[in-house]
């Protein structure tokens, strides 16, 4: 149709027409792709504030925790909706308790409101139904923007009626 040496109207060869779609199509894509700078985590500020001298008990409607709170800041501590912590918990039944130093997966997890007493004091109750067997708990502060404080040791309640 188009003779060799034709220039005009619908003569164009190939190489520009290439040169053009891949100009255009790093274009669009450099222009499209968001966020020009690396990914990035924000930094959350650790909460240093640990319970400590942790008695656990059995009340009416569940698990009563006491102990002391710990760590810098800890005697400034006072807040008008108290003190979220958070409550794993792990059951076994009469005769399945792990040994002492076998780990144990805490399967149930709950934050809770706790209050705060005279000096460094805490309290705060988990409701939860009295089972037999043995019942593991570890419990930590949760500061105000979801960061965890450290872990308490582990806390053991054995029910046998």
């Known amino acids: 149709m188009y003779s060799k040496g034709k220039r005009g109207v619908g003569a164009l060869k190939p190489r520009p027409i290439i040169s053009l779609l891949l100009c255009l199509t790093t274009a669009f894509f450099l222009g499209s792709c968001g966020k020009k700078g690396p990914p990035f985590v924000p930094k959350k500020r650790p909460i240093a504030l640990e319970l400590k001298d942790i008695t656990v008990s059995w009340v009416q409607d569940g698990v009563r925790f006491e102990g002391k709170v710990r760590g810098p800041g800890a005697d400034k501590l006072r807040r008008p909706h108290g003190l979220k912590i958070m409550i794993e918990h792990a059951w076994y039944g009469p005769g399945q308790a792990p040994c002492k130093s076998c780990p144990i997966v805490f399967t149930n997890k709950e934050v809770v409101s706790g209050t705060l007493g005279k000096g ?12 037999r067997g043995v019942h593991f708990f570890q419990i930590r502060v949760v500061g105000d923007n979801g960061v965890l404080g450290p872990v308490s040791e582990r806390l053991q309640l054995v029910v046998t009626d």
């Open 120 to 131: 460094r004091s805490f309290s705060c109750s988990l409701p939860l139904p009295k089972r």
